[in-house]
């Protein structure tokens, strides 16, 4: 469970996090939902029959342990690398934009898997730096929830599949129930003076979703504002930034803070880290704040021009097998997206979401359609995150 506190420099992940998004409404209304189909078309290959790994030497670019490693944690997917005479060489990111910008400033071809959030897909489609998925040619692919599997983030306009869901989560708050209560909400560290310099946050643009959520802005929703609602954002972080004791840049050092005591209270934070915190001993909590909560999907893309398609989309196959998916979702502490994966879950784990109805993980945390990559009318991803660059 330790391994997990590495991985998440939030970058949707963030959002300050959690509970009831008033009329947020539930998975599909906040995304759309696809039609189902496969993209069968694709840069390396030919489509027809399963795909079947080569050797090869892989490259890739994106969240730490999302690469199986170290290898003791990842016991099936490494034997079955070995077995396939697959290596793979990583190169880590701490923000989801640093996957996009390796892979443009590298040569093409560089890299053949990277792992974006679903808020980060839609920019990488755009801007042509991603294979199609041969989904036709995966074993696993169609076992994965409708719900999060339909998604529209994972299609371009052509209607070919980019990006295939890993894993999904939400982002809760998190207090010393030995010392203190729960906020009632986030904006309670902007209006309430005794909270200064005893809570932490995320060093994340996102955090903008839940400010502009308690300013009441958003066309329709929180992730579509206009420049200057954008800037009413900027104006009140400010004050979330200068109150807060530190803005770490991982979920690692957040919960750090908290187990030391130094932070009360955390802005952010994972569900599994309750149980992480009470296995040392510290009698950390959860909470759901009432500006309300984000979800989001983590993904395995190929990015153009791979080398190696056919033996990458077969390593993204077996880690969502039902012992890859397993072994990525015991790591971190995430949502499994196959079903089969559930049953070989700790039940720790198999308790943080409910996968019986899995619907209903995010009747109270949608998964917001991504911020705009471009155009005119409202405030892209990069102005959100130059707007944060300018208030820390």
Same mark, same amino acid.
């Given at each position: 469970?330790?391994?997990?506190? !590495? =991985?998440?420099?939030?970058? %949707?992940? &963030?959002? *300050?996090?959690?509970?009831? %998004? /008033?009329?947020?409404?539930?998975?599909? /209304? &906040?995304?759309?939902?696809?039609?189902?189909?496969?993209?069968?078309?694709?840069?390396?290959?030919?489509?027809?029959?399963?795909?079947? &790994?080569?050797?090869?030497?892989?490259?890739?670019?994106?969240?730490?342990?999302?690469?199986?490693?170290?290898?003791?944690?990842?016991?099936?997917?490494?034997?079955?690398?070995?077995?396939?005479?697959?290596?793979? !060489?990583?190169?880590?990111?701490?923000?989801?934009?640093?996957?996009? !910008?390796?892979?443009?400033?590298?040569?093409?071809?560089?890299? @053949?898997? !990277?792992?974006?959030? +679903?808020?980060?897909?839609?920019?990488?489609?755009?801007?042509?730096?991603?294979?199609?998925?041969?989904?036709?040619?995966? =074993?696993?692919?169609a076992s994965i929830y409708p719900s999060i599997r339909n998604l529209d983030y994972s299609r371009g306009q052509d209607g070919q599949v980019y990006a295939v869901p890993l894993d999904?989560?939400?982002?809760?708050?998190?207090?010393? /129930?030995?010392?203190?209560?729960?906020?009632?909400?986030?904006?309670?560290?902007?209006?309430?003076?005794?909270?200064?310099?005893?809570?932490?946050?995320?060093?994340?643009?996102? +955090?903008?979703?839940?400010?502009?959520?308690?300013?009441?802005?958003?066309?329709?929703?929180? +992730?579509?504002?206009?420049?200057?609602?954008?800037?009413q954002c900027q104006a009140t972080a400010r004050t979330v930034v200068a109150n807060a004791k530190a803005t770490p840049g991982s979920f690692g050092d957040i919960l750090q803070l908290?187990?030391?005591?130094?932070?009360?209270?955390?802005?952010?934070?994972?569900?599994?880290?309750?149980?992480?915190?009470?296995?040392?001993?510290?009698?950390?909590?959860?909470?759901?704040?009432?500006? *309300?909560?984000?979800?989001?999907? @983590?993904?395995?893309?190929?990015?153009?021009?791979? *080398?190696?398609?056919?033996?990458? %989309?077969?390593?993204?196959?077996?880690?969502?097998?039902?012992?890859?998916?397993?072994?990525?979702?015991?790591?971190?502490?995430? *949502?499994?997206?196959?079903?089969?994966?559930?049953?070989?879950?700790?039940?720790?784990?198999?308790?943080?979401?409910?996968?019986?109805?899995?619907?209903?993980?995010?009747?109270?945390?949608?998964?917001?359609?991504?911020?705009?990559?471009?155009?005119?009318?409202? /405030?892209?991803?990069?102005?959100?995150?130059?707007?944060?660059?300018?208030?820390?």
């Amino acid at each position: 469970m330790a391994e997990k506190q !590495t =991985r998440r420099q939030f970058v %949707l992940r &963030a959002a *300050g996090a959690s509970v009831l %998004l /008033a009329g947020a409404g539930d998975l599909l /209304a &906040a995304c759309g939902g696809g039609d189902g189909s496969s993209a069968s078309s694709g840069a390396a290959g030919t489509t027809g029959g399963f795909v079947e &790994a080569k050797p090869a030497k892989l490259n890739f670019v994106g969240w730490q342990g999302y690469d199986a490693k170290p290898a003791k944690n990842y016991p099936y997917i490494n034997g079955w690398m070995a077995q396939q005479q697959i290596t793979l !060489t990583s190169t880590y990111t701490q923000v989801n934009e640093e996957m996009l !910008t390796k892979i443009q400033a590298s040569p093409a071809g560089t890299y @053949d898997i !990277t792992s974006p959030y +679903h808020g980060t897909v839609p920019t990488m489609i755009d801007l042509g730096v991603l294979e199609p998925i041969q989904t036709d040619r995966m =074993r696993n692919y169609a076992s994965i929830y409708p719900s999060i599997r339909n998604l529209d983030y994972s299609r371009g306009q052509d209607g070919q599949v980019y990006a295939v869901p890993l894993d999904f989560s939400y982002s809760v708050g998190l207090y010393n /129930a030995d010392s203190v209560d729960p906020l009632q909400k986030f904006a309670d560290v902007i209006t309430d003076s005794t909270l200064k310099g005893r809570y932490v946050l995320i060093d994340a643009p996102e +955090h903008f979703t839940w400010i502009a959520q308690y300013l009441g802005l958003g066309n329709p929703d929180p +992730h579509h504002l206009t420049q200057d609602e954008l800037k009413q954002c900027q104006a009140t972080a400010r004050t979330v930034v200068a109150n807060a004791k530190a803005t770490p840049g991982s979920f690692g050092d957040i919960l750090q803070l908290m187990l030391t005591h130094e932070a009360d209270w955390s802005l952010s934070g994972n569900p599994s880290d309750e149980q992480s915190a009470q296995q040392k001993g510290v009698n950390i909590k959860a909470f759901l704040p009432t500006e *309300g909560a984000q979800a989001y999907v @983590d993904n395995y893309c190929i990015p153009k021009d791979s *080398g190696n398609y056919d033996s990458a %989309l077969a390593w993204i196959d077996t880690v969502l097998s039902p012992k890859g998916n397993a072994e990525i979702q015991g790591a971190f502490g995430t *949502g499994a997206v196959n079903p089969k994966s559930v049953p070989l879950l700790d039940e720790n784990l198999r308790t943080l979401y409910p996968y019986d109805d899995i619907t209903s993980a995010f009747d109270n945390a949608p998964v917001w359609p991504p911020i705009p990559a471009k155009g005119d009318q409202y /405030a892209t991803y990069a102005d959100w995150t130059k707007a944060w660059s300018e208030v820390k």
